[in-house]
């Protein structure tokens, strides 16, 4: 009798391959590249965060006379698949294949970073790669070095795109940094209301990751301890942006994306999806807007995150579907149903039961 074969069941992920922390490690950033500058045509790519051009870390950015050097600005909307595409045209016309690519700024850079590594190497648009294992090669060697700390996409398998049709990552073992630089220093000057709408996506990640089917050991002990961090960060009279509390959140945010990556994001994030594609709302803040309004799924999670809010005196606006047309929450409430990963997670399998686009429709109105 022939065996069936074994069926894979536990997710097996590629984590990132080298990581430096520490205070002042960005000094060490040229060095970490040395190795490889004689890489393809010998020449890097730095993708910096704009609000860095004309202050001091410009200056330290570890530019050689034939590398690339781009300022993004990441105010008027996140990553997008056309904007990749464009780049990725832009260099290979100019100095074709580089050594590397190099992702200085907060997710929205460290995406792009992300994205146009694989993009260099994989051809057509990158509406084409919107998924999971859908990118054929691999794309050349990328470091991330995060100035603004919560989201995870320093450690995440997936760089997010938002294109025509979806709001969706390019997700696979190649999307993962190389290379990541962790310098507290860094994240000192993120305004008070990014530090804490960035902040909650961890808090925000361990919540949805502990509270779902696809928790085990291993996420929970990842987000436990980015959770204690965020309390000692966000709670309390020693909380705020201080030195010591820049060390902490930056290891919550890494902690909070692998808790993730061995679980799954839920409610919140279903929904911030919904949000994010039809309004273009930032994904940090849609989440707060959220999870502000998800006591029925998470009581203690959210009763603590409003307590940081309260603490912290955070503006979260209420109200805002009342200048939302019918249309427009439908539209929402499509996008976030269509993440069945998620809510076989937050919900269980009989999640079609649940969870229905009326429902979806009612928690949208909420906000
Ligand atoms: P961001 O990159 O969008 O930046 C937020 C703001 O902070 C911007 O105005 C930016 O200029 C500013 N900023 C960044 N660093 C700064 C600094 N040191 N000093 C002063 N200002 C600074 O912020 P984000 O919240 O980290 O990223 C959101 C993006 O991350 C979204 O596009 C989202 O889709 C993506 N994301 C990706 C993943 C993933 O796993 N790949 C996970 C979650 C979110
Ligand atoms: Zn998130």
Redesign the pocket.
């Given at each position: 009798m022939v065996a069936t074969p074994t069926q894979t069941t536990h997710k097996n992920f590629k984590g990132v391959e080298k990581t430096v922390y520490g205070r002042g490690s960005f000094s060490q950033l040229d060095e970490i590249l040395a190795p490889r500058r004689s890489d393809n045509q010998g020449y890097f790519v730095f993708l910096v965060?704009?609000?860095f051009k004309g202050k001091s870390l410009e200056g330290q950015v570890p530019v050689h006379h034939e590398d690339l050097t781009y300022y993004i600005s990441?105010?008027e909307h996140?990553?997008t698949t056309d904007q990749i595409d464009e780049l990725r045209d832009e260099i290979l016309a100019k100095k074709g294949l580089p050594s590397g690519v190099v992702g200085i700024?907060?997710?929205?850079?460290?995406?792009i970073a992300?994205a146009l590594s694989l993009m260099l190497t994989n051809e057509g648009s990158s509406t084409l790669y919107q998924g999971l294992n859908l990118i054929k090669k691999p794309g050349v060697y990328h470091v991330g070095v995060p100035?603004?700390s919560?989201?995870?996409?320093e450690v995440?398998m997936?760089?997010?795109l938002t294109g025509p049709v979806k709001k969706l990552?390019l997700k696979c073992e190649w999307t993962v940094f190389n290379q990541i630089v962790l310098d507290p220093e860094?994240?000192?000057?993120?305004?008070r209301n990014?530090w804490f709408?960035?902040g909650m996506?961890t808090y925000i990640h361990c919540i949805e990751s502990e509270n779902g089917r696809m928790n085990n050991a291993y996420s929970h002990a990842y987000a436990e301890q980015a959770m204690k961090l965020c309390r000692e960060i966000y709670l309390g009279e020693n909380s705020g942006q201080t030195t010591e509390n820049d060390d902490k959140l930056m290891v919550a945010s890494m902690m909070g994306?692998l808790s993730l990556t061995y679980s799954e994001v839920g409610v919140c994030h279903a929904l911030s999806y919904g949000l994010?594609k039809i309004l273009g709302t930032?994904?940090?803040y849609a989440n707060c807007l959220i999870m502000n309004h998800l006591a029925d799924y998470y009581p203690e999670g959210v009763a603590e995150f409003k307590q940081m809010v309260a603490y912290h005196q955070i503006d979260l606006p209420q109200g805002l579907s009342n200048d939302w047309s019918d249309d427009t929450i439908t539209q929402m409430a499509h996008i976030s149903y269509n993440l069945p990963h998620m809510w076989l997670h937050a919900i269980g399998d009989n999640w079609q039961e649940v969870i229905t686009i009326d429902l979806l429709k009612d928690l949208f109105r909420r906000l």
């Open positions: 965060d704009n609000y990441v105010e996140e990553p700024g907060g997710g929205s850079i460290m995406d992300k100035t603004i919560g989201t995870g996409a995440s997936t760089a997010v990552g860094l994240i000192a000057s993120v305004p990014w709408y960035t996506d994306g994010s930032r994904h940090c």
